[in-house]
């Protein structure tokens, strides 16, 4: 069973930089592609960015697409999120997931097999 582990969150001022880590364990090798999503309170879970294993083909949601960059170390189980200027919107706790699917529809939780337990981010205004 692949076990993720986020870490990396905390209380950033608005217009700062973050970035989480997730760090994946266990068969590793049957991970295909790898996923930030977020939850804020009172809402839905809502997809963040996806990534390939091979670290072609990065996929971001609208809300964060040209402040947040995902990447990934294959080889060492690793998954960041690159959070860049930060606004209080982007306050949630943050998973991370793995599919060992190749073709996904990205934004569909269902699509992803392995979940982190979250990290927290606060962005303060």
């Known amino acids: 069973q692949v076990q993720l582990d986020e870490s990396g969150g905390g209380l950033v001022q608005e217009g700062g930089s973050l970035r989480l880590s997730c760090e994946a364990s266990?068969?590793?090798?049957?991970?295909?592609?790898m996923a930030w999503f977020r939850q804020a309170p009172g809402k839905e879970r809502e997809w963040v960015s996806g990534?390939?294993?091979?670290?072609?083909?990065?996929y971001y949601a609208d809300s964060v697409k040209g402040r947040f960059t995902t990447s990934i170390e294959y080889a060492r189980g690793m998954l960041y999120l690159q959070m860049n200027q930060v606004i209080p919107e982007d306050t949630a706790v943050y998973y991370c997931?793995?599919?060992?699917?190749?073709?996904?529809?990205?934004?569909?939780?269902?699509?992803?097999?392995?979940w982190g337990h979250g990290t927290q981010v606060v962005v303060s205004s």
């Open positions: 997931a793995a599919s060992p699917h190749y073709a996904v529809n990205w934004g569909s939780r269902r699509e992803y097999q392995f």
């Open positions: 990534i390939r294993k091979t670290g072609t083909g990065r």
């Open positions: 266990g068969p590793t090798s049957t991970i295909e592609v």
